[in-house]
């Protein structure tokens, strides 16, 4: 079955900074790549989301790339503000089930003020 | 608009006990699917539905049953709780298989 492996467990910046969280995967057949912020207390919601036959996909402050040779993915946070706090998921699926998706163990990302 | 309601929110159980976890969606999705969540950890699938009377098995199947019997609800059944099944459980719903799927705030399960 699919393997999301997500990088680092935990990070930290300063407000105005950016962030950047990576992924890989392991299942070649996997085709959808959606990413989900969750706040404390709160169930996963999607902020972004990629498929197979893109390269990146931007908006507004968030921006995902996708290097499908390599079977990674990572998320871009520019201009990071003390709201972006939260744990970050990256998810891998074959896209006609999208929810059946593989997550990885999330990324706690802090922003200091 | 409420979304995706579950029901309850915290559950405390002794082991052997058996309870049902409501998962209720009022967007008309097909796709709804119940997650666990544990310290640390991603999501991992437990049960999903692709329509009113389906479902199948996820990723973590062992120890709990599902119904789809009516296309807004899902629920979600643990017949005998074990301490191992002491988790965060969380419902999603999507329109179809290809589109964002939505989540509830999730139910926090101990069993002593």
């Known amino acids: 079955g699919e393997n999301v492996e997500q990088h680092p467990s935990t990070l930290s910046v300063q407000e105005g900074d950016s962030a950047v969280i990576k992924c890989t995967y392991s299942?070649?057949?996997?085709?959808?790549f959606p990413w989900y912020k969750q706040e404390l207390g709160k169930g996963p919601q999607l902020i972004i989301d990629?498929?197979?036959?893109?390269g990146e996909k931007k908006d507004q402050r968030i921006a995902v790339t996708l290097n499908k040779t390599a079977k990674h993915f990572s998320l871009h946070i520019t201009e990071t503000q003390p709201e972006d706090s939260a744990v970050y998921f990256c998810?891998?699926?074959?896209?006609?089930?999208?929810?059946?998706?593989?997550f990885g163990d999330g990324t706690t990302l802090t922003v200091k003020p | 608009n409420a979304g995706v309601t579950q029901t309850p929110k915290f559950r405390v159980l002794k082991t052997g006990q058996s309870m049902t976890l409501l998962c209720a969606q009022d967007?008309?999705?097909?796709?709804m699917y119940w997650y666990r969540q544990d310290p640390g950890m991603g999501l991992r699938l437990i049960h999903y539905?692709?329509?009113?009377?389906?479902?199948a098995k996820g990723e973590v199947p062992d120890g709990y049953n599902v119904s789809r019997l009516k296309k807004q609800n899902f629920l979600l059944g643990l017949e005998s709780a074990a301490p191992s099944q002491t988790s965060v459980y969380f419902c999603?719903?999507?329109?179809?298989?290809?589109?964002?799927?939505?989540f509830g705030q999730g139910t926090r399960l101990t069993v002593v």
């Open positions: 539905s692709v329509g009113e009377g389906t479902t």
């Open positions: 299942d070649s057949a996997s085709n959808y």
């Open positions: 999603a719903s999507s329109l179809t298989g290809r589109t964002e799927a939505f």
């Open positions: 967007m008309n999705h097909e796709y």
């Open positions: 998810a891998a699926s074959r896209g006609t089930n999208a929810g059946k998706s593989t």
């Open positions: 990629i498929r197979s036959n893109v």
